[in-house]
């Protein structure tokens, strides 16, 4: 199975489960079940294309949000899919990718990208390891010694730009287990 085939399925069980109580996305589900399917126990990512384009047609509120499509089995024909839901209805997709796609690099505007990179999220690492830094120092987990700009700057440059880094060598600082030493 493609992970785009999961995607789909993940973005239709959360729009069922936003929209229980909803007869007409209910109605949707249910005649993809009953009369769209070709006798197969699971949905094909064709007739889950459908039923999603067919679910979020008028919906003003749908955003899809989709992390690491870079690390997608198949993200060309996912990128392609969600490019074409998204130009025939009126939902917002916000997609997370290195630029490894060359579809996304063609296809999606250069005044709707955004690039993340070291430097536009080291400010905002810094500000985070210094209040931590600090609280683990208050907290004694750190010695009073310790110099929080020298420990920030260092652990600055470990984070390579990932604040995700950041809050795992936070947490791992907060260990009980290890010692100031």
Known sequence: MFISKSAYQSILAQLLFRHRHEQNIIDKFSFAI??????????????????????????????????????????????????????????????FSQLTIPILVRKVPKKIQLAINRASTSGDIRIYLTKQINILIKDKLLPHTAEPSRLVNHLIQGTDGMFLWARLIIAYLNLTSLTQA
């Open 34 to 95: 009953n009369h769209v399917s070709h006798g197969q126990l699971k949905a094909t990512s064709l007739e889950l294309i459908d039923l999603l384009q067919l679910c979020l047609l008028h919906h003003k509120d749908a955003y899809i949000v989709l992390d690491a499509i870079d690390e997608c089995d198949n993200n060309k024909s996912l990128t392609q899919h969600l490019l074409r839901l998204s130009a025939k209805s009126v939902i917002k997709i916000l997609l």
